[in-house]
């Protein structure tokens, strides 16, 4: 876990006030974690036991990795899943559209789309469902290979 969170801060440069808040799983309650993080100025909070609401964003995006990655796409090994992971994410944060009301999620920030077309958004949905605009797949080698 410090391995990990030290190539996090490194590539995305921490701002000085960053809070992690995580449930109370082990590997974010183990002391030389929590001493690595004091160690360096991050800030710890953890959520209630047994409380997900608490977290409701990350359980959130957990339910859309379930529905939309888990259980439509077959992969024999972790290497596969980490490819179509990697490719989720990327689609998730740049490509995805999230909300009723057209919004896309870009470079850290949500951006009204200009014209909202219901027309357009609805034909998106139903392309969601069908995986055609999951350019994440490419190349992957499963049963769902989208373009």
Do not use: W
């Not at 710890?44 to 939309?68: D, R, S």
Request: charged share 25%; net charge positive.
């Amino acid at each position: 876990m410090i391995a990990f969170l030290s190539d996090v801060f490194l590539e995305y440069q921490h701002p000085e006030s960053v809070v992690i808040r995580s449930d109370n799983g082990s590997q974010f309650i183990a002391k030389n974690v929590r001493e690595y993080l004091g160690l360096i100025g991050v800030q710890q909070e953890f959520t209630h036991v047994a409380t997900p609401e608490e977290n409701a964003h990350i359980e959130a995006y957990h339910g859309i990795l379930k529905k939309e990655v888990f259980t439509r796409v077959d992969y024999r090994s972790f290497g596969d899943i980490e490819q179509i992971l990697k490719r989720y994410v990327v689609f998730y944060n740049n490509t995805r559209l999230h909300g009723l009301l057209g919004t896309y999620y870009t470079n850290g920030k949500m951006e009204l789309r200009q014209t909202f077309d219901f027309n357009e958004k609805k034909k998106r949905i139903i392309n969601n469902r069908n995986l055609k605009e999951y350019s994440c797949f490419i190349g992957v080698k499963t049963q769902y290979i989208c373009l």
